[in-house]
Structures are given as structure tokens and as C-alpha cells.
């Protein structure tokens, strides 16, 4: 047993290294300066060749003001939200900061600090890493802060430090952005709703800030910043710190803040690029946005500018040719996205956001939700039809030449045989954006002239979950999937440009697939920042599956639909899309090195509502054959000048022919001896071919992409043997893609 001499002994040592150590810190450690963090720096982007991009941040956007500048209601708006006690406390909360270690302790966060002052002293930190060292060295300033300045010198360094969003650090900068006014200007309400901006600005601007969390919309946005700012009012006057009149004036009308604006080099596609970007450094290190906004970053990308030059020439010069908001009302509010995408890399090297900030468009369409893809999505239906097959085929893959009903206003199956419901349990109908009866027809022509009634159905026998998992697996991101209804297999689902760019570049790299990625390195003051390295590639469907979609989808370009891109004259693959009451418009496309897709939509800028296109450009409606395709070839020929054709892999035939229930069985083509020679060779050509038929003719690198059984793809060959009556209908409109309650794609 220990003396009691000795026991006394190392209590005393241990007491006195831990009063020494704390007094050596708290010499050691100083206090913070508000000029000192108030400069901030701009973060710099590299174009993929590493010449400059643009140089932006908060390096301009600040200035230190002091306390008689800043409105009382700005001072008394801070203390009722966030530290009542501020006038009397310490300026060091123990108990935060015993929460804060014994969290530590157990290796979670250390949580920020509680009190205004303790705020301050983090605010000057350009690092807001949870640490150990930086959880004391907080501690330590605090209270030498507490000690040591006078609460208004406190007040005045927080307000002139805080981030409120936007790139506004400091109540003056804050002012100019949100409001356009100086800071000593700012109402009471005005003032309690910056204050509500301090408790985040992502999730309290109503702008909203979607490209940082989709949770964060303006919508919900809006809403959490009323309920803040309306708290905060009702603090300060409970707290006695503004009338009875100035809070009645107050609370009567929220503050709604100006829009954003354009910031100096945030021009043209520049600030498409920057947002996208931004969000990629954002999501893929322990960077936080208010750190990020500091600025000192070098951010090393992917876009080229050639490129991007010639995406936006592309958009350009067909708007120039084809929209003109002067001439038809109609032409207003249309908008374009598109994004480039290397296959086997993932590298987004292009893109078209939109006008451009010094326009006022903000929204990167790019980079969007919320425009419905068509039939851009009927290739993913191919794909789990070729990988998985149907509920007849017990996991066998069926061949594009399987034969499905490509008629008009057509029942749509369950599994079991049963007729799909509307809600109000009438039957529900597909149908196609024309009448024309074409009949028993195969897969590979129902993609080249984009008919819906095929793809709805073989949706349902192939289960859309597996066409979900394909287009998932293919890149795809969960949060843009449709309900899967039968509509869900012609397009319902709204992923971004650049991840329809990304999902087709699967197709062109034989089934390998790597995420899209805009950043190849970031750099703070020099020195790399981690967590940045090149997506991994993976198989995402079996090579055969990949290669079969391209050679369907080649046709797509020399026979059907996509028929005006063969201008291009290289190896190109792709799919057009139209959207129900003709509200988007898509084509996306490919060569071996370069995935390219291209929207157009009309979008009300009151709501974000998507508008009809029926009319746009001085024509009855607008397809993804048209405009759309115009752009991306447009493009594609700028971006591939002087690049070799490689064209596409072979495609191996997938032998398993799965018909359609329904479907007739092939009459077996004649067996001629050599001693017979017929009289007359049986014509191919119907006596009679409605003018509006579409030409039956592809062109096959092998003979099985034409032929089955002996019979050509193409042309009339058969009527439904289930024709719907006008009174079976619930709720059909010709031009739509069903019966009523799904929506969906018209070609």
C-alpha cells in the first residue's frame, strides 16, 4: 500500500501540471481577429488542360462594420435566438463543453460552441475540423475573450464574421446580398430573418439549395425561414427588446429577399460549371460549404473548354434558327440542358445549364430533376429484357426480334393475364402518339419508331423493378424513379442531363460503367485535399446485353426516329424522347468517345410547372427527333472534328424469340427444289401502303437483325385480335401515353 505522503504527493503534482498546462495554454493562445478572418480569399477552377477558369468566392464580398452600424435589431434579434444570457454570462458554456468531450470521448463529434462568444472565437477558424486541440484551443480564447474584450466588441466580431449564405460572410455583406441595402438600413424584420440564416443557410434560404441537398427546396426552405423568423420576432418581443408596434409592423409581412445574382466571371456556362463543381467538391470530402466559401481552394476539373465552347455554339445557333419568344408567345420560357459524358471514364468534359447567370436563370439544367426522360428510358427496358427475359422465359434473355402488338389504344397485361386497373378500377389502355395499326412487329422496329404499346407491355412481363435495377445499375440515381406503373417503362422518371449522358455511356462501353465526376483534384493553399479519385469502373449488364441496345439504337439513327443525326457520319447510336402533352423533348446519344444528351422543355418561371410544347418553334408539337437531335449533332460534329471512327463492337444474337401472347405463329417459308422455278417471285411490298406508313426498311449488319422465321420486320402484317370499343375506354387522350393516370412518353 501506498503512504499516504505519496498519494498526497501525486494528487498535488497532478493538480499542479493540470493548473500549469491550462495556464500555459491560456498564454499561449490569443485573442482572435475579426479584420484577420475577414480575409478571405477566392477558390480558383482549372479547366482538364490546367489553364485558369475563373477565379470567384468571397474575397470581395466582405466588409467589417461596427457595432453603431449594425441596427439594435440586428444585435437583439442574435441574443434572443441563439444566447439570452449574453450580456451576463461568461461567454463560456461548461456544460457544452463537457458534452462536447464526453461526446468526443466516445468518437463522435464535439459539437460547436453554445454561447455567441464561443461562436465568434470559431468563426475565426478557417478550419472547422472536431479535434481535441481545436475543441481546447476554443476553450482557452473564450475565455480569454471573455475576460479581455467587452460584450459589444464580441457582438460586433460575430455579426461581422458569421456566413448567412450566398457567399455572404459578415451582417454587411449579408445585407447587400439579401436585401441590396447597408447593413445599418436593415428593418426589424429584415433582421430576424438574417438571423434565421445563422442557424444554417442552406436550409433557410428560401432560395433553396438543392445542388447541396435535395431536402432543401425553396419551397420547404420558405417555409422553415417563416417559422424561424417568425419565432424570432416573437423572442425579442417577449424579451422586451422591440414595442409592442415595432413587432406588430414587423410580423405582418415576411421579408422575402431578392433573387440571386450574378457574381464578376459567373458568366455564360461558367456558372454552370462552377455549381457543378462546387457540388462534386461538396459531397465528396469533409469540406463544409461555409469552409468552401472562405475560399483558398484550387479545384482541378474535367470540362474542356473546346468543348464547352461547342455545346453552347450548338444550343445557340438552333435557338437562333428555330425560337424566337418575339415572334410566338409560345416560344417563351424555353429552356435547354445537355451534358457530355467520356464512356468507360465518367468525365463530364461538357455541359449547357441554361442563359447564364447574368440572365437570371440560376437553375443548372444540367444538372435538374424534375423533366420527365420519354422514350429515352424504352432502351433500359430492352436491357432487362435482353439480361433478365420475362415471366414466360424463366430468366433467359429474349431476343430484340421477339414480336410484340404495336397497335393503338391497347389492354395492358398483369403477369397472370389479368388487365392492368385505373384507380377507379376501369381498365386501363396504352397508347401510341398515332393510330396507325401496325400490328405483331418486333422489338427492334417498335424502338426504331419509338411505339409505346410494345414497351409498356414488355415492362410488365420483364417486372420494372428488373428495369429499374438495370437503369440504377446503368447510373441512374435513385431519387428521379417514377412509381413503377406501366407507364414507368416509356419514360416517367426525370434523372438529370448528365446522368442520361452518364447511363448511355454504359451502352457505348460495352456494359462498363463509371459515375459521372467533375473533379479530378482540389487543393487548399497548395497543399491536395483527399477523397478525390477517379470513379471505379464496373460491369453494369453483361457486354452481349450493352452491345445489342447499340446496335437497336444505331438503327434508331439510320431508320428511324433519330434519322436527322446521320448527318454525322461516324458509328452513333441514340433515342429520341417526347414526353405526354408534349412538355419535354430528349435525345441522347453516342459514339465510343463521346455520351451526349440533350433536353427541351418549356417551364413556367412563376412555379417551375412544366408548359406544353404544342406550338413551340411554329409547329404542332416538338420531338426529341427534331430539335433536340439538331443540337446534339450539332454538337457531336464539333466536339468528334478531326477524331477517328472507331464505331461499335459486334453484336452476338441472343437466339431466345419470346412472342407476345397473341402474337401469330410464323408461316414456314416454302422449301424449293432445284427443279422448281416459280412463275412469278412473290412480291414483299403490301398492294397497298398508307401514305403515312413508316419506312419498313433497316439497315442490318446480319442477316437475324431483319429476318425472323423467315419474315420481314416492318409494314402491316397483322390486326389486334383484341381491339378496345369506346365504351371499354377510362379517361384515353390521343397524343397521351396511356389511359390517363400515369403519363408517360409519346414517341
Known amino acids: 500500500m501506498p503512504s499516504w505522503k505519496l498519494v498526497s504527493g501525486l494528487c498535488l503534482f497532478f493538480f499542479g501540471s493540470l ?20 480575409k478571405s480569399q477566392n477558390n480558383v477552377y482549372y479547366w482538364s488542360n490546367g489553364d485558369q477558369m475563373v477565379a470567384t468566392g468571397t474575397g470581395a464580398n466582405r466588409q467589417n462594420i461596427t457595432i453603431a452600424q449594425i441596427p439594435q435589431a440586428m444585435q437583439w434579434s442574435v441574443i434572443s435566438a441563439e444566447n439570452k444570457s449574453f450580456y451576463t454570462d461568461s461567454g463560456v458554456d461548461p456544460m457544452g463543453i463537457a458534452r462536447a468531450l464526453a461526446n468526443m470521448a466516445r468518437g463522435g463529434q464535439t459539437q460547436g460552441g453554445s454561447t455567441i462568444t464561443q461562436q465568434f472565437v470559431k468563426n475565426t477558424y478557417l478550419s472547422q475540423e472536431q479535434t481535441v486541440t481545436r475543441k481546447f484551443k476554443e476553450m482557452f480564447i473564450s475565455i480569454k475573450v471573455g475576460t479581455q474584450l467587452s460584450k459589444q466588441q464580441v457582438l460586433q466580431g460575430y455579426l461581422n464574421t458569421s456566413y448567412y449564405g450566398r457567399g455572404a460572410y459578415g451582417i454587411q455583406a449579408a445585407a447587400q446580398t439579401y436585401y441590396g441595402v447597408d447593413a445599418v438600413k436593415l428593418t426589424p424584420s429584415q433582421c430576424a430573418f438574417l438571423a434565421a440564416l445563422l442557424k444554417g443557410p442552406t436550409y433557410y434560404d428560401p432560395i433553396g439549395a438543392t445542388n447541396i441537398d435535395p431536402a432543401a427546396d425553396a419551397k420547404s426552405n420558405t417555409a422553415r ?107 417563351k420560357y424555353v429552356q435547354f440542358g445537355a451534358a457530355s459524358v467520356v464512356p468507360k471514364d465518367g468525365a463530364i468534359v461538357a455541359l449547357y445549364g441554361g442563359d447564364g447567370y447574368e440572365n437570371g436563370h440560376f437553375t443548372n439544367n444540367a444538372n435538374t430533376s424534375g423533366v420527365p426522360v420519354g422514350s429515352t428510358w424504352k432502351p433500359f427496358v430492352l436491357a432487362a429484357a435482353m439480361e433478365y427475359g420475362t415471366y414466360k422465359t424463366d430468366g433467359v434473355g429474349i431476343s430484340p426480334l421477339s414480336k410484340y402488338n404495336g397497335d393503338d389504344h391497347l389492354k395492358v397485361r398483369n403477369q397472370d393475364g389479368t388487365s392492368v386497373l385505373n384507380k377507379d378500377n376501369s381498365i386501363f389502355y396504352q397508347n401510341n402518339e398515332s393510330n396507325y395499326p401496325w400490328g405483331y412487329i418486333t422489338l427492334r422496329k417498335a424502338m ?49 442531363a448528365i446522368r442520361m449522358a452518364d447511363a448511355y455511356a454504359t451502352f457505348a462501353a460495352s456494359g462498363k460503367q463509371a459515375d459521372p465526376y467533375s473533379v479530378t483534384a482540389v487543393k487548399h493553399d497548395g497543399q491536395p485535399v483527399s477523397g478525390f479519385t477517379k470513379p471505379t469502373v464496373k460491369q453494369a449488364m453483361p457486354e452481349n446485353v450493352a452491345n445489342n441496345v447499340t446496335d437497336t439504337l444505331e438503327n434508331v439513327i439510320q431508320n428511324g426516329t433519330a434519322k436527322a443525326a446521320k448527318v454525322l457520319g461516324r458509328a452513333a447510336a441514340g433515342k429520341t424522347g417526347t414526353t405526354d402533352s408534349n412538355k419535354s423533348a430528349w435525345f441522347v446519344g453516342y459514339t465510343q468517345q463521346l455520351s451526349t444528351s440533350v433536353a427541351m422543355f418549356r417551364e413556367n418561371p412563376k412555379d417551375a410547372e412544366l408548359l406544353s410544347m404544342n406550338g413551340t418553334a411554329g409547329v404542332a408539337s416538338i420531338h426529341g427527333g427534331d430539335i433536340p437531335t439538331a443540337v446534339w449533332t450539332a454538337y457531336m460534329e464539333g466536339a468528334l472534328k478531326g477524331k477517328s471512327d472507331p464505331g461499335f463492337p459486334d453484336a452476338t444474337k441472343i437466339d431466345k424469340v419470346s412472342n407476345e401472347d397473341g402474337a401469330p405463329t410464323p408461316t414456314p417459308t416454302p422449301v424449293v427444289t432445284p427443279t422448281e422455278t416459280p412463275s412469278e417471285t412473290p412480291s414483299e411490298t403490301p398492294s397497298e401502303t398508307p401514305s403515312s406508313t413508316p419506312s419498313a426498311t433497316e439497315s442490318c449488319k446480319f442477316s437475324w437483325q431483319c429476318s425472323d422465321g423467315g419474315s420481314t420486320d416492318g409494314g402491316v402484317t397483322s390486326t389486334p385480335t383484341d381491339t378496345a370499343t369506346a365504351t371499354e375506354s377510362s379517361g384515353t387522350s390521343r397524343g397521351s401515353s396511356n389511359g390517363g393516370i400515369f403519363g408517360g412518353s409519346t414517341g
Do not use: C
Open 448 to 496: 426504331e419508331q419509338s411505339i409505346n404499346t410494345p414497351f409498356v407491355q414488355l415492362g410488365m412481363d420483364v417486372g420494372n423493378s428488373k428495369v429499374r435495377d438495370v437503369a440504377k445499375a446503368s447510373g441512374i440515381l435513385d431519387d428521379s424513379f417514377a412509381t413503377l406503373n406501366p407507364s414507368f417503362a416509356i419514360g416517367t422518371s426525370t434523372p438529370s
Open 19 to 38: 493548473v500549469a498546462a491550462v495556464g500555459v495554454g491560456y498564454a499561449m493562445v490569443g485573442i482572435p481577429s475579426e479584420n484577420d478572418a475577414a
Open 225 to 331: 425561414s417563416k417559422a424561424r423568423w417568425s419565432w424570432i420576432l416573437e423572442q425579442m418581443h417577449n424579451d422586451k427588446r422591440i414595442t409592442d408596434v415595432e413587432y406588430q409592423t414587423a410580423i405582418k409581412k415576411y421579408p422575402m429577399p431578392q433573387g440571386l445574382k450574378a457574381t464578376k466571371g459567373m458568366t455564360g456556362q461558367i456558372s454552370y460549371l462552377v455549381d457543378t463543381a462546387k457540388k462534386y467538391v461538396l459531397s465528396h470530402s469533409n469540406i463544409s460549404q461555409a469552409e468552401f466559401d472562405q475560399g483558398g481552394y484550387q479545384i482541378y476539373t474535367t470540362f474542356q473548354k473546346d468543348k464547352v465552347n461547342e455545346l453552347s455554339a450548338a444550343v445557340k445557333k438552333i435557338q437562333k434558327e428555330r425560337i424566337d419568344p418575339k415572334k410566338r408567345d409560345l416560344d
